[in-house]
């Protein structure tokens, strides 16, 4: 097992994603209720802390080389619902009601889009031959502690400053998933 503070510095940086992705629903929803908040945070750490476990299993019987496939995946994911945010917002007239991101479909893509590299990251743990339920436990951790802090903040964004902090929600989401992709 990495030393502790080393584990947390990579549960840190991969909560990154799942931080621009908080604070980008919540700014889309303006007005987060707690069961939202919840959703949110539960389900990022949760998916945060599977991933990582997926992919050690997956470090032990399957080639690395599949994995090539998890910034594809991520970056159609984040693209798709970015999009979706921008166009919800412009297409806003009067207080329509928007599709909830924080349920069905919608969620388990940002779900899965901010914890892929978790996948990466369990691949690796496995062949150095390190043990992962402790980290991954960690990881899902700081992960839901990170995107709770981040539905705070851009619900404050989003009662501030509305559809435009909506389409500047979806626009982080296409950067992160251009970064996904190309860095």
Known sequence: MPHFLTLLAIS??????????????AVFLGDVSRRQAFRIYFHFGLFQAIYPVIGWLAGRSV?????????????????????????????????TTRKDPTRGIVLLALSTSVSIDALAVGVSFSLIGMTIIF?????????????????????????????????????VLIGIAIKILFF
């Open 12 to 25: 840190l940086s991969l909560a990154m994603d799942a931080l621009a992705v908080s604070v980008s629903t």
């Open 63 to 95: 080639s690395t080389h599949l994995l090539g496939w998890n910034k594809i995946i991520a970056f159609i994911l984040l693209l798709g619902v970015g999009f979706k945010m921008i166009w919800d917002a412009v297409n806003e007239s009067e207080k």
């Open 135 to 171: 980290p991954a436990i960690v990881i899902g951790i700081v992960t839901g502690i990170i995107s709770f802090v981040g539905i705070q903040f851009g619900k404050n964004l989003g009662q501030r400053f509305g559809q435009k902090a909506s389409v500047i929600g979806g626009l």
